[in-house]
């Protein structure tokens, strides 16, 4: 990275400090007080697969051969497949739409811009800004999982009987909680790109944020209308959730499909400097 790229990202980074430390404290105790309720919930999970509907089992990323019941089954049901993601994504477009639009709505932009900084400098930094920021905070809920799981009895295989059978469930790892934590982070890129382009592309933070939030929700309400009715099924490519759910990564591992919301990002930065490069500022 060089100098006034450098010298505007650590500014830019700076500048929210406070506001991130909030953002991975906050994230960091759902995450905790979520682990913490296993021992009292897991064994009202243990008939829950069974008496629950198939939707939604599916929502919840219970597919088959996940015991919710089991260390890796509740944490995937109750906080990767659903909380982590969501809050991060929060996050992301906030960033995302705070990066370009924010500052020039509030007439920083312009000023920094006098200040013999390039427009490509501002984008670069402040793409590489929202990103950083947003991995910090995942990275930092997943350090807070894995340091209290063992005081809540989320560490270590467990054996269970099913149809007399003895089965192993095996217990949380780090491989599970980086995996978890990566690909949750993964799917907030995708919704950062969106509400940084838009933000880039109309100087509006308002507008940024209620098209990038606009489609993350109808995403995931599009893959939960089509998994249920299986029409359309074919089109919920088009919808992180896919392959986020279906893929249960946090358990089975990474799948090449985690590439796909960081080439959305990646095209959606492209986007941006090009949008951004032509484009009178507004006033504050």
């Known amino acids: 990275m060089s100098g006034p790229v450098a010298t505007l990202y650590f500014g830019w980074l700076r500048a929210r400090l406070r506001s991130t430390i909030f953002w991975a404290l906050g994230v960091a105790a759902i995450v905790v ?22 939707g939604v089992n599916s929502l919840l990323g219970l597919t088959e051969g996940i015991d919710p019941s089991s260390p890796l089954g509740y944490l995937w049901s109750n906080l990767y497949s659903n909380v982590v ?16 639009a924010g500052d020039e709505e509030a007439g920083t932009l312009e000023y920094t811009l006098s200040s013999r900084a390039t427009r490509s400098q501002i984008l670069l930094s402040r793409f590489a800004g929202v990103f950083t920021i947003l991995l910090g905070v995942a990275a930092f809920s997943g350090l807070a999982l894995l340091v209290s799981a063992p005081f809540f009895d989320l560490t270590g295989d467990k054996t269970v009987t099913i149809d007399g059978k003895a089965l192993i469930n095996p ?9 978890g934590t990566f690909t949750a982070f993964a799917v907030a890129t995708a919704e950062a790109g969106i509400a940084f382009l838009v933000g880039a592309v109309t100087g509006h933070r308002g507008r940024a944020i209620g098209v990038a939030a606009g489609i993350a929700v109808a995403s995931y309400v599009f893959y939960t209308l089509a998994n249920l009715t299986g029409v359309l099924s074919v089109l919920t490519w088009l919808s992180s959730w896919r392959w986020y759910i279906s893929g249960a990564m946090f358990i089975n591992g990474l799948g090449w499909e985690v590439v796909l919301p960081f080439a959305l990002a990646a095209v959606c930065g492209g986007l941006s400097w090009g949008a951004f490069q032509r484009r009178d500022l507004r006033t504050a």
């Open 171 to 179: 217990g949380l790892g780090l491989s599970n909680v980086a995996v």
């Open 85 to 100: 993601p969501w809050m991060l994504m929060a996050l992301g477009i906030a960033l995302g739409a705070a990066a370009i």
């Open 33 to 54: 007080v979520n682990a913490a309720f296993y021992p009292s919930l897991k064994n009202f999970f243990a008939d829950f697969q069974n008496q629950g509907s198939s």
